[in-house]
C-alpha cells in the first residue's frame, strides 16, 4: 500500500477520501484554491498546497499544478474525486508517467469512454443494448435536424463530452431544434471545450438506473448492485436510491450483466458506474434498459451503496491502486436494507432553482446517528460562484424503501443554512410526496410536480412562530417579568398582569412584522391553564385564528409543530420544515417593490456571470417567457425572460459582458 495520496478536488469528496485515508493510516495531501484557503478539506489534511486563483481552470484544472503539488510533497498517489480533472485520460497518463500512482481507471478505458458516440458504438459492438440515435461525425445543423427528425420527437441533444446535465437539451418539436443545439453547444464549449453533440431518442417515462461496478489488475470485474437515480431536476441528480424500487430480480440479472459487460469490454479497473436509461412505462423489464453512458470515476451517490453492501468504495480503490485483487468476489456481496441519499444543494427553488452563493453565517446539518452527512462547507465559510453549488449530501440506511424515505425526510427537515438559501424544504416535499413513497418515479417527478413541491406549505406557521417569539420577547420587556410566562410563579401560568383593564397597565404583547408577502401582526392572549413546564398558557392570536405558544430551548412549539429562530441582522429568521423565513419590522415607506422583481419590468442577472445571448433588441414585442438574455453562471446557462408580453424598452447588455450580480440587463414594458 502507498504510504501517502493526494487528493485532485475539493469540498466534500476530498473529505471523503481523507476519511478513509487517515483511517488507513495513509498521509493525506489536499490542494486548494485562493478562494478555499480556509475550507475543511484543507484544515483535514495532513500537508496542503494552493495551486492558484479561485477559478478552476486557473488552479484544480491544471494538471502541471497538481502534479507539481504531489512532487513538492513527496505524494505518492493522486486520487482525482470526481468532476475537474477525474475523467481526463490525458492527465492520468501524465500522473503514470511521473511515477506516481494513478486511483482511476486506465487512460485508454477513459477514452473509451469519455466520448458518448464512440462509448455508445462500442457498447453495440459488445452486445450491450443503446438508446436509438445518432452518434455521427457531421455536426452540421442540417444533418443533426434530420436525424433529430428521423428519430422522432421528443429527442435529447446531449453534448458527446458532457455530464452532470451541462449541454443537455430535451427538444419536443422540429421548430424548437434549432435553438436548442445553438444553447447545447454553447454549454458543451464551455463546460468541456468540446461542443460536439449527438441525438438519443428521448423515453417519455424514463427511469434512471446505474449499476456500480468494479475491476482490478488481475482479471476480475464484479457489481454491487444498482441504484435509481431517476428524481432529477434539469437532468441533474437530487435524491439516489439503492436498490431500484420495483426491481425484481430477472431485470436485476439483466443490467447488472450489461453493466459487468461493458466494464470488460474496455478492460476496465476500479470504481466505475455504467448508466442505464430504462423505459418504465410498463414496469422495469430487462429488455426495456438501455445502456446510456458510464462514469469513470467514484459517483457522487456512491454512498448509497456503501449502506447497503456494508463496502467502503474508496478503500477498495485505494486498494486496487495499489495492486490488490478484489475485496469480495460476486457471490461475496450482499444486498441488505435500502439506502437513500439527498444532495443539499445552495439554490433557490422558488427562484427557478438558481444558485444562490454567499457566507455561511448560519449552517446546522442533522447530527443524528442515523444519518450519514457528507459536506465541505461549514459554518463560517462562503458557497462561492466559482464551484458547483452541491454542500451536503444526507444518507439514510433502514431495512425498508418506506423507512428510509422518513429517515432522510426528517434529516432533511433538520437543515438550517442562512443567508444562502437552499433545497431542503424541497427535498422534504419530494421525499414525503405520496407518490414517491409509493415508488411511483421516473426522471419527470420533478418537473410535472414542480409548482407544488418548490412551493412552502408552512409559511403560516412561519409567520405565527416569528410573531409568537416577538410578542413573548416584548411580553418579557414591557410586562411584570419573565415570571409572568412561567406556570410555577404565583402567576400560575395566567400572565394576566399583562391582559388587564386597569389603569397604567403594561402595554399589550402586541406585534407586527413584515415578509416578502406583506405584514402580519397578532397578539399574546390568555388561552389555557399550563400543563407543562415549558407551557406558557398563551395563545397566539392572528385575526380569528388562535394558535397555542410555547417555549423551548433555540425555538419555539406553534400549535403542535417545532420552529426554530435565529436573530440576525434585526431580522427574525424562522427554520421550519427544512425551509427558511425571514421576517422584520414593517416598511411602511411606500417602496414596497421588490428589487430586481417583475413589477418594473427588469431583467437582472440572478449572479455574477458572463453574458453568452441576447435574443431580443429594444422595441421588439416579446411575449411572457420569452428568453432574452441568456446568462452563464457557475456553469450552467440561466435565460431570463419576459415578465409579461410587453415591448423591450432597454438592453444594456452584450455577448461577452461579465455581470454583476443583481445588474439590469434588460427592461421590458408591459402592452
Same mark, same amino acid.
Not at 457531421?138 to 444533418?143: A, M, N
Not at 431485470?251 to 418504465?280: H, L, M, P, Q, S
Not at 430487462?286 to 456503501?306: A, C, K, S, Y
Not at 418579557?476 to 410555577?488: C, E, F, M, Q, V
Given at each position: 500500500?502507498?504510504?501517502?495520496?493526494?487528493?485532485?478536488?475539493?469540498?466534500?469528496?476530498?473529505?471523503?477520501?481523507?476519511?478513509?485515508?487517515?483511517?488507513?493510516?495513509?498521509?493525506?495531501?489536499?490542494?486548494?484554491?485562493?478562494?478555499?484557503?480556509?475550507?475543511?478539506?484543507?484544515?483535514?489534511?495532513?500537508?496542503?498546497?494552493?495551486?492558484?486563483?479561485?477559478?478552476?481552470?486557473?488552479?484544480?484544472?491544471?494538471?502541471?499544478?497538481?502534479?507539481?503539488?504531489?512532487?513538492?510533497?513527496?505524494?505518492?498517489?493522486?486520487?482525482?474525486?470526481?468532476?475537474?480533472?477525474?475523467?481526463?485520460?490525458?492527465?492520468?497518463?501524465?500522473?503514470?508517467?511521473?511515477?506516481?500512482?494513478?486511483?482511476?481507471?486506465? +487512460?485508454?478505458?477513459?477514452?473509451?469512454?469519455?466520448?458518448?458516440?464512440?462509448?455508445?458504438?462500442?457498447?453495440?459492438?459488445?452486445?450491450? +443494448?443503446?438508446?436509438?440515435?445518432?452518434?455521427?461525425?457531421?455536426?452540421?445543423?442540417?444533418?443533426?435536424?434530420?436525424?433529430?427528425?428521423?428519430?422522432?420527437?421528443?429527442?435529447?441533444?446531449?453534448?458527446?463530452?458532457?455530464?452532470?446535465?451541462?449541454?443537455?437539451?430535451? /427538444?419536443?418539436?422540429?421548430?424548437?431544434?434549432?435553438?436548442?443545439? =445553438?444553447?447545447?453547444?454553447?454549454?458543451?464549449?464551455? =463546460?468541456?471545450?468540446?461542443?460536439?453533440?449527438?441525438?438519443?431518442?428521448?423515453?417519455?417515462?424514463?427511469?434512471?438506473?446505474?449499476?456500480?461496478?468494479?475491476?482490478?489488475?488481475?482479471?476480475?470485474?464484479?457489481?454491487?448492485?444498482?441504484?435509481?437515480?431517476?428524481?432529477?431536476?434539469?437532468?441533474?441528480?437530487?435524491?439516489?436510491?439503492?436498490?431500484?424500487?420495483?426491481?425484481?430480480?430477472?431485470?436485476?440479472?439483466?443490467?447488472?450483466?450489461?453493466?459487468?459487460?461493458?466494464?470488460?469490454?474496455?478492460?476496465?479497473?476500479?470504481?466505475?458506474?455504467?448508466?442505464?436509461?430504462?423505459?418504465?412505462?410498463?414496469?422495469?423489464?430487462?429488455?426495456?434498459?438501455?445502456?446510456?453512458?458510464?462514469?469513470?470515476?467514484?459517483?457522487?451517490?456512491?454512498?448509497?451503496?456503501?449502506?447497503?453492501?456494508?463496502?467502503?468504495?474508496?478503500?477498495?480503490?485505494?486498494?486496487?491502486?495499489?495492486?490488490?485483487?478484489?475485496?469480495?468476489?460476486?457471490?461475496?456481496?450482499?444486498?441488505?436494507?435500502?439506502?437513500?441519499?439527498?444532495?443539499?444543494?445552495?439554490?433557490?427553488?422558488?427562484?427557478?432553482?438558481?444558485?444562490?452563493?454567499?457566507?455561511?453565517?448560519?449552517?446546522?446539518?442533522?447530527?443524528?446517528?442515523?444519518?450519514?452527512?457528507?459536506? %465541505?462547507?461549514?459554518?463560517?465559510?462562503?458557497?462561492?460562484?466559482?464551484?458547483?453549488?452541491?454542500?451536503?449530501?444526507?444518507?439514510?440506511?433502514?431495512?425498508?424503501?418506506?423507512?428510509?424515505?422518513?429517515?432522510?425526510?426528517?434529516?432533511?427537515?433538520?437543515?438550517?443554512?442562512?443567508?444562502?438559501?437552499?433545497?431542503?424544504?424541497?427535498?422534504?416535499?419530494?421525499?414525503?410526496?405520496?407518490?414517491?413513497?409509493?415508488?411511483? /418515479?421516473?426522471?419527470?417527478?420533478?418537473?410535472?410536480?414542480?409548482?407544488?413541491?418548490?412551493? +412552502?406549505?408552512?409559511?403560516?406557521?412561519?409567520?405565527?412562530?416569528?410573531?409568537?417569539?416577538? =410578542?413573548?420577547?416584548?411580553?418579557?420587556?414591557?410586562?411584570?417579568?419573565?415570571?409572568?410566562?412561567?406556570?410555577?410563579?404565583?402567576?400560575?401560568?395566567?400572565?394576566? %398582569?399583562?391582559?388587564?383593564?386597569?389603569?397604567?397597565?403594561?402595554?399589550?404583547?402586541?406585534?407586527?412584522?413584515?415578509?416578502?408577502?406583506?405584514?402580519?401582526?397578532?397578539?399574546?392572549?390568555?388561552?389555557?391553564?399550563?400543563?407543562?413546564?415549558?407551557?406558557?398558557?398563551?395563545?397566539?392570536?392572528?385575526?380569528?385564528?388562535?394558535?397555542?405558544?410555547?417555549?423551548?430551548?433555540?425555538?419555539? /412549539?406553534?400549535?403542535?409543530?417545532?420552529?426554530?429562530?435565529?436573530?440576525?441582522?434585526?431580522?427574525?429568521?424562522?427554520?421550519?420544515?427544512?425551509?427558511?423565513?425571514?421576517?422584520?419590522? +414593517?416598511?411602511?415607506?411606500?417602496?414596497?417593490?421588490?428589487?430586481?422583481?417583475?413589477?418594473?419590468?427588469?431583467?437582472?442577472?440572478?449572479?455574477?456571470?458572463?453574458?453568452?445571448?441576447?435574443?431580443?433588441?429594444?422595441?421588439?414585442?416579446?411575449?411572457?417567457?420569452?428568453?432574452?438574455?441568456?446568462?452563464? =453562471?457557475?456553469?450552467?446557462?440561466?435565460?431570463?425572460?419576459?415578465?409579461?408580453?410587453?415591448?423591450?424598452?432597454?438592453?444594456?447588455?452584450?455577448? %461577452?459582458?461579465?455581470?454583476?450580480?443583481?445588474?439590469?440587463?434588460?427592461? /421590458?414594458?408591459?402592452?
Amino acid at each position: 500500500m502507498f504510504r501517502s495520496v493526494l487528493v485532485a478536488n475539493r469540498g466534500e469528496i476530498a473529505c471523503r477520501v481523507f476519511r478513509t485515508a487517515q483511517r488507513m493510516g495513509i498521509e493525506t495531501v489536499a490542494v486548494y484554491s485562493e478562494a478555499d484557503a480556509h475550507a475543511p478539506h484543507v484544515k483535514m489534511a495532513d500537508k496542503a498546497v494552493l495551486l492558484g486563483p479561485a477559478p478552476a481552470r486557473e488552479s484544480y484544472l491544471v494538471a502541471e499544478k497538481v502534479l507539481q503539488a504531489a512532487k513538492d510533497t513527496g505524494a505518492e498517489a493522486i486520487h482525482p474525486g470526481y468532476g475537474f480533472l477525474s475523467e481526463n485520460a490525458e492527465f492520468a497518463e501524465a500522473v503514470e508517467a511521473a511515477g506516481l500512482i494513478w486511483i482511476g481507471p486506465k +487512460p485508454s478505458s477513459i477514452r473509451a469512454m469519455g466520448l458518448k458516440d464512440a462509448a455508445k458504438d462500442l457498447m453495440d459492438k459488445a452486445g450491450v +443494448p443503446v438508446t436509438p440515435g445518432y452518434l455521427g461525425e457531421d455536426q452540421t445543423l442540417e444533418t443533426l435536424q434530420k436525424a433529430a427528425d428521423k428519430t422522432g420527437y421528443p429527442v435529447l441533444i446531449k453534448a458527446v463530452a458532457g455530464g452532470g446535465g451541462k449541454g443537455m437539451k430535451k /427538444v419536443e418539436s422540429a421548430g424548437e431544434f434549432a435553438a436548442a443545439l =445553438a444553447s447545447a453547444q454553447r454549454e458543451s464549449k464551455a =463546460a468541456f471545450g468540446d461542443d460536439r453533440v449527438l441525438i438519443e431518442k428521448y423515453v417519455t417515462r424514463p427511469r434512471h438506473i446505474e449499476v456500480q461496478v468494479f475491476g482490478d489488475t488481475h482479471g476480475n470485474v464484479v457489481h454491487l448492485f444498482e441504484r435509481d437515480c431517476s428524481l432529477q431536476r434539469r437532468h441533474q441528480k437530487v435524491i439516489e436510491e439503492a436498490p431500484a424500487p420495483g426491481m425484481d430480480e430477472a431485470t436485476r440479472a439483466a443490467v447488472t450483466e450489461a453493466a459487468v459487460k461493458a466494464a470488460k469490454a474496455v478492460d476496465y479497473v476500479g470504481a466505475g458506474t455504467v448508466e442505464f436509461i430504462a423505459d418504465a412505462s410498463e414496469g422495469l423489464k430487462g429488455d426495456r434498459i438501455w445502456f446510456m453512458e458510464m462514469n469513470t470515476r467514484l459517483q457522487v451517490e456512491h454512498p448509497v451503496t456503501e449502506a447497503v453492501t456494508g463496502q467502503d468504495l474508496v478503500e477498495w480503490q485505494f486498494r486496487v491502486a495499489a495492486g490488490e485483487p478484489l475485496p469480495l468476489k460476486q457471490d461475496e456481496i450482499e444486498l441488505d436494507g435500502w439506502a437513500m441519499e439527498a444532495r443539499l444543494y445552495a439554490e433557490d427553488p422558488a427562484g427557478g432553482f438558481l444558485p444562490s452563493i454567499g457566507p455561511l453565517d448560519h449552517f446546522v446539518l442533522p447530527e443524528d446517528d442515523g444519518v450519514r452527512v457528507e459536506t %465541505g462547507v461549514e459554518e463560517g465559510g462562503e458557497v462561492s460562484q466559482f464551484y458547483d453549488p452541491m454542500i451536503a449530501k444526507l444518507i439514510v440506511h433502514a431495512e425498508d424503501r418506506e423507512s428510509a424515505a422518513a429517515g432522510l425526510a426528517d434529516a432533511c427537515s433538520q437543515v438550517q443554512v442562512w443567508p444562502v438559501k437552499t433545497n431542503a424544504g424541497f427535498l422534504v416535499r419530494c421525499l414525503d410526496h405520496p407518490d414517491f413513497v409509493d415508488g411511483d /418515479v421516473d426522471t419527470g417527478f420533478i418537473g410535472a410536480r414542480e409548482a407544488e413541491l418548490v412551493e +412552502p406549505d408552512n409559511e403560516g406557521l412561519a409567520a405565527s412562530a416569528a410573531l409568537g417569539s416577538a =410578542a413573548l420577547e416584548q411580553a418579557w420587556a414591557h410586562g411584570p417579568g419573565r415570571d409572568a410566562l412561567d406556570p410555577t410563579s404565583p402567576w400560575d401560568g395566567r400572565p394576566t %398582569g399583562l391582559f388587564g383593564f386597569r389603569l397604567n397597565a403594561a402595554p399589550r404583547a402586541e406585534v407586527r412584522l413584515e415578509d416578502a408577502h406583506g405584514v402580519h401582526a397578532a397578539r399574546l392572549a390568555p388561552g389555557r391553564p399550563a400543563d407543562h413546564p415549558l407551557d406558557t398558557g398563551l395563545v397566539l392570536e392572528m385575526g380569528e385564528v388562535r394558535r397555542p405558544v410555547s417555549e423551548l430551548p433555540g425555538g419555539m /412549539v406553534v400549535g403542535d409543530e417545532a420552529v426554530t429562530l435565529i436573530e440576525r441582522d434585526d431580522r427574525l429568521i424562522v427554520f421550519v420544515d427544512g425551509d427558511v423565513f425571514s421576517f422584520g419590522t +414593517p416598511n411602511y415607506s411606500g417602496t414596497g417593490a421588490t428589487a430586481g422583481g417583475a413589477s418594473d419590468g427588469s431583467l437582472r442577472a440572478p449572479m455574477p456571470g458572463k453574458v453568452v445571448a441576447v435574443q431580443a433588441k429594444v422595441g421588439d414585442t416579446v411575449t411572457k417567457g420569452q428568453s432574452i438574455v441568456v446568462v452563464e =453562471a457557475m456553469k450552467m446557462e440561466h435565460a431570463l425572460t419576459a415578465p409579461y408580453d410587453g415591448t423591450v424598452a432597454e438592453v444594456s447588455a452584450s455577448v %461577452g459582458d461579465q455581470v454583476v450580480d443583481g445588474a439590469v440587463l434588460a427592461r /421590458v414594458e408591459e402592452l
